[in-house]
């Protein structure tokens, strides 16, 4: 079971300067893998770059037919930035709640735009 | 018969009631602000209510029609007109005359003509239904294609109804275009920098991220809708977004307060969506005929879960301001009759005699310990008295938003075309003294509309506009509080005035007067009666009442006036009545005490031959007046006396005086109606050692010599 689970860990800066080879990890992982999970717990800062691979990512999965949840806690400046973004509708620090509570993410639909 | 519960309705209603007047009034200036018909809608609903729960049911019942048609011109069933308007002020001037006289056999018959009035009124206009949702709605390119949706005329009508310091909802759309990020910029900080302005509600709306094979992460696939509750005005908000003016669409509109009943808010969900264009009418009536919930039939009609969640935060943001500003406001001040206030002031009044007193005794007992204490206590009740005077200051502008209605109603009954302007509207001045400024204020402005401003034909043809200009305004000046009734009308007419004065004996014909002395003419008892220059015949009042009043409450008034280019009364008003700091003086065994704000300096006065009536101070000749003859006082002078120099509207003058003996809070007490007649001194006071001191009215006694001297020339 855990073999087809991977867990990719988004660390430090999560922003326009690394969202590109976060990407191709999770794409990779995704080929792999019948679950990916992104682990936030080690992040240091995200910018509107990396919210959009977040739900790029479990866009992309669910369009595979894969699965791709947040794990893992969610720290602080994170958490807030979500919040104050506009992106949570509370301050959430756990990765699994935010998996529910981030805006829009778990609907998985891929507009037709 | 009326319990407490009814007596703080009545109190309530009257706010509102004075409120209301005031929006509708707005209103007429401006009958597209959403913002007042809302407003006018809510005052008249909670006056419904209310009156209902403590039992005015006829209130309550009227006030219902009112509110009916008020919805309907809320939903742009029934369009907004003058007489509209003007019908509705009527109304609300019935519910006034109800709460006033309630057993006024006439009342019934009253509701029934206003009723069958509006509902007249508000027929010839039923548009069909569908035009409640296109066209009123303040929508304002919300869809984020039209970046600069507003129009000139709805921005000034936002930044006058949310001037900074009161606090209001924001509605921000914010969409970035997608190479935002391209030069470095975060939008995020941007949001977060709102975050400081004020409570604010962020909702992404992030359907247009697509999956990482379509998306360029480096572009943005997210906009924003914001809801900010901020005292800042709109321009504030779009500081934030300077630098990204070009790269972003930007839309940011006033929200409208909301009623939160339970059917209002379906009906609130619709509008919203509505408003943004992301639904069609047809599809929110659609589904409030149904039973089904709104949010429900919305999302199977596939309507975008994100615009159907911003709506809904925007409720949420709404209800969480609303129940922040009721909880700050029940926590931020409290209402307190202002009898108890009164009672306050005299409690405070009685201990600062008491502190006198205290300061004497410690002062001839020569005890060290006691003095210290003695001299604290002053300190400490000089604080009291100053904070238990602040509580009692109003600002004017209560009194100013008043007369708005009074110049309105003028003008209708008098053919003029009248702009009211109030400036100033934050001084404070003692709850008493606003009162007492009320009907002579009344008086002066009735003036200036009926006499003083010309009726338009005379104004174009003087090559004016045709509308003329009452201003209100009030300033500090010193420890006076200045206001200004200013028109810019025809001016006071000179050759009438000292006519008029001739014929009734005042002066003499040939009388060659300065304008402040002919002006001061217009204040004389008996001058206004008729059609005098400056009277509404049939008050039965005139100007000698308006002075008289300013009198009794230690100001004065006077006239500036341009023949043809205006006038302006002015009242000069001392900030408080009850205390004031004085000088106290000696003459033989009588205290006197001069009001300190008059006096300039006290000097050493030594009766000599060529001292008689004059003095030489600082270089200059002063005149002097000796108040021990003036008052008849018996006694020996003494070698050397004191003159009190105080400083009048003609340069200086001096009253001699035994001794000055020391600045005194003075705790005014009325004299009684039998010394009303005494023009020499506005009150007295009690002194630490109970005796007591007349306090001098420097401006009348003065009035008074210059009168006499007069006559003997």
Request: net charge negative.
């Amino acid at each position: 079971m855990s073999s087809n689970v991977k867990v990719v860990n988004l660390t430090g800066s999560v922003t326009v300067s690394s969202v590109d080879a976060l990407a191709g990890q999770i794409r990779d992982s995704v080929a792999e893998k019948e679950m990916v999970l992104l682990s936030l717990s080690q992040a240091t800062e995200i910018d509107l770059a990396g919210v959009q691979l977040l739900y790029a990512a479990r866009r992309y999965a669910v369009g595979q037919g894969k699965a791709l949840h947040i794990t893992g806690a969610v720290p602080m400046p994170v958490a807030q930035r979500l919040l104050r973004c506009g992106f949570t509708e509370e301050l959430i620090q756990d990765g699994r709640a935010l998996d529910e509570g981030l805006h829009g993410f778990s609907e998985g639909t891929v507009p037709d735009a | 018969m009326l319990d407490g519960f009814q007596e703080s309705f009545r109190a309530e209603a009257q706010e509102l009631l004075s409120g209301l007047e005031q929006t509708l009034l707005e209103l007429e200036q401006n009958p597209d602000n959403r913002e007042s018909i809302a407003a006018v809608f809510r005052a008249m609903h909670t006056i419904k209510g209310s009156a209902g729960m403590f039992g005015f049911d006829d209130i309550s019942a009227f006030a219902h029609h009112v509110e009916s048609i008020l919805d309907g011109v809320r939903n742009g069933e029934v369009s907004i007109t003058a007489s509209l308007i003007d019908l509705t002020l009527q109304c609300r001037d019935h519910i006034q005359q109800m709460l006033d006289n309630p057993d006024d056999p006439d009342l019934p018959a009253r509701s029934r003509t206003l009723q069958e009035a509006l509902e007249a009124e508000a027929r010839p206009a039923p548009k069909e239904r569908s035009r409640t949702f296109d066209t009123p709605l303040p929508t304002e390119g919300i869809g984020g294609d039209e970046a600069d949706g507003t129009t000139p005329d709805r921005v000034s009508a936002e930044s006058s109804s949310s001037a900074p310091g009161v606090p209001a909802t924001w509605h921000i759309r914010f969409v970035p275009h997608a190479d935002i990020m391209a030069n470095g910029t975060n939008p995020l900080l941007l949001l977060e920098e709102l975050h400081e302005m004020g409570d604010c509600t962020v909702v992404a709306h992030t359907g247009g991220i697509t999956d990482l094979d379509a998306i360029d992460l480096h572009s943005c696939s997210v906009f924003w809708d914001v809801f900010l509750t901020t005292r800042e005005g709109k321009s504030a908000i779009s500081d934030v977004f300077m630098f990204v003016v070009d790269q972003a669409d930007l839309t940011i509109r006033l929200v409208e307060e909301i009623d939160f009943g339970d059917e209002q808010q379906y009906r609130r969900l619709g509008q919203i969506l509505i408003e943004r264009g992301v639904v069609e009418p047809a599809v929110v009536e659609e589904a409030l005929a149904g039973q089904k919930r709104l949010g429900q039939v919305l999302r199977e009609r596939g309507v975008d879960q994100d615009e159907i969640d911003a709506a809904l935060r925007e409720q949420e943001h709404a209800r969480r301001t609303r129940e922040k500003v009721q909880s700050e406001a029940g926590s931020a001040s409290i209402r307190v009759q202002s009898e108890k206030l009164d009672d306050l002031v005299d409690l405070v009044g009685e201990l600062v005699t008491l502190q006198a007193r205290l300061n004497q005794t410690a002062h001839l007992s020569g005890d060290a310990g006691v003095g210290v204490i003695a001299e604290n206590f002053e300190r400490l009740i000089g604080e009291l008295r100053d904070h238990t005077m602040s509580i009692r200051m109003l600002p004017i502008s209560s009194s100013f938003s008043r007369f708005r209605r009074l110049v309105r109603d003028l003008a209708r009954d008098l053919g003029k075309e009248v702009d009211l302007i109030t400036e100033g509207g934050d001084t404070e001045l003692d709850k008493t003294v606003i009162e007492r400024l009320h009907d002579p204020l009344v008086h002066v402005i009735r003036n200036s509309v009926d006499h003083g401003l010309e009726p338009p034909q005379d104004r174009i043809a003087a090559g004016k506009s045709s509308n003329g200009t009452i201003a209100l305004r009030a300033r500090h000046v010193g420890a006076n509080v200045e206001i200004r009734v200013e028109d810019d009308g025809r001016g006071l007419n000179r050759e009438k005035i000292l006519l008029r004065a001739a014929e009734r004996g005042l002066v003499s014909p040939e009388a060659q007067l300065e304008d402040r002395e002919l002006y001061d003419l217009v204040f004389m008892a008996g001058f206004s009666t008729a059609e005098a220059v400056t009277s509404v015949s049939g008050r039965g009042v005139g100007m000698d009442v308006v002075r008289r009043e300013l009198d009794s409450i230690g100001g004065s008034v006077s006239i500036e006036s341009r023949s043809g280019e205006g006038s302006a009364l002015v009242m000069t008003i001392p900030l408080t009545l009850a205390i004031i700091d004085g000088l106290l003086v000696r003459i033989g065994e009588e205290r006197f005490v001069f009001p300190l704000s008059n006096v300039e300096e006290c000097i050493e006065y030594l009766r000599t031959p060529e001292n008689r009536g004059t003095v030489v101070n600082r270089g200059t000749m002063m005149p002097v007046i000796d108040l021990r003859s003036e008052f008849s006082i018996q006694g020996e002078y003494p070698e050397i006396e004191q003159a009190v120099v105080v400083r009048t509207g003609n340069g200086c003058i001096g009253f001699i005086v035994d001794a000055v003996i020391g600045e005194h809070q003075t705790v005014i007490k009325n004299l009684g109606k039998l010394y009303n007649n005494v023009e020499a001194v506005s009150g007295a006071t009690i002194l630490g050692d109970g005796t007591v001191a007349l306090i001098i009215d420097v401006q009348r006694l003065m009035g008074r010599i210059t009168d006499a001297k007069r006559h003997i020339k």
